[in-house]
């Protein structure tokens, strides 16, 4: 199984910096099957990102996906408020899927 | 629009199974499979499962591989998940998720289990 390891574990920026998550597997990861969600409190996740760089439906160019083998990168380029959530990353590989730990974006 | 909802609130106690559904509208139900996550009161995701809509072909995590049944019903457009000999630890958030190509782009609301003597 492929373990994902997200870091930092918490994130303490302003609206309007720019933030970099940082998600490292125990095994290569086909990019095809690397993706980013986003979680609210009392909320389901909303994906942001698959295929480690393509954008979801509907989000917003400040959100980037990039990496490939066992580093990828979510960057939000400048913090808008609702952006300060929960972020996992996903892979999904020999009919299996894992989960990050997850990395919280709190306000400073 | 594309949506998945799920039913209500579940409490069990310990030893029961719960069944938990979700009713998908908005696409072509055959086309997609579902994939079932959890979440445990202030913990991450945990992947349970997925399955194929029309074909029913299944994979499960390995922790659940003994007590975990996913299934789905064309006709209603539903799919199930459900978890036999349930413990303190299986309260959790369950959610349903429509599964593309290695990624999970629509998702249920989310059903509350809640396992209590």
């Known amino acids: 199984e492929i373990v994902l390891t997200q870091s930092p574990g918490t994130l303490s920026l302003s609206p309007g910096e720019r933030a970099t998550l940082s998600c490292r597997a125990s095994?290569?990861?086909?990019?095809?099957?690397l993706a980013w969600y986003q979680q609210k409190p009392g909320q389901p996740p909303r994906l942001l990102i698959y295929g480690a760089s393509t954008r979801a439906t509907g989000i917003p160019d400040r959100f980037s996906g990039s990496g490939s083998g066992t580093d990828f990168t979510l960057t939000i380029s400048r913090l808008q408020p609702e952006d300060f959530a929960v972020y996992y990353c996903q892979q999904y590989s020999d009919s299996q899927y894992t989960f990050g730990q997850g990395t919280k974006v709190e306000i400073k | 629009q594309v949506q998945l909802v799920q039913s209500g609130v579940e409490v069990k106690k310990p030893g029961a199974s719960v069944k938990v559904s979700c009713k998908a509208s908005?696409?072509?139900?055959?086309?997609?499979?579902f994939s079932w996550v959890r979440q445990a009161p202030g913990e991450g995701l945990e992947w349970l499962g997925w399955?194929?809509?029309?074909?029913?072909?299944?994979n499960y995590a390995q922790n659940f591989q003994d007590r975990l049944i996913l299934t789905t019903d064309t006709s209603t457009t539903t799919a199930y998940m459900e978890l036999k000999s349930l413990r303190s630890d299986d309260t959790a958030v369950y959610y349903c998720a429509r599964f593309g190509t290695g990624y999970s782009d629509y998702w249920g609301q989310g059903t509350l289990v809640t396992v209590s003597s």
């Open positions: 908005g696409y072509n139900f055959a086309s997609y499979g």
């Open positions: 095994q290569n990861v086909r990019f095809t099957y």
């Open positions: 399955i194929s809509a029309y074909m029913g072909n299944t």
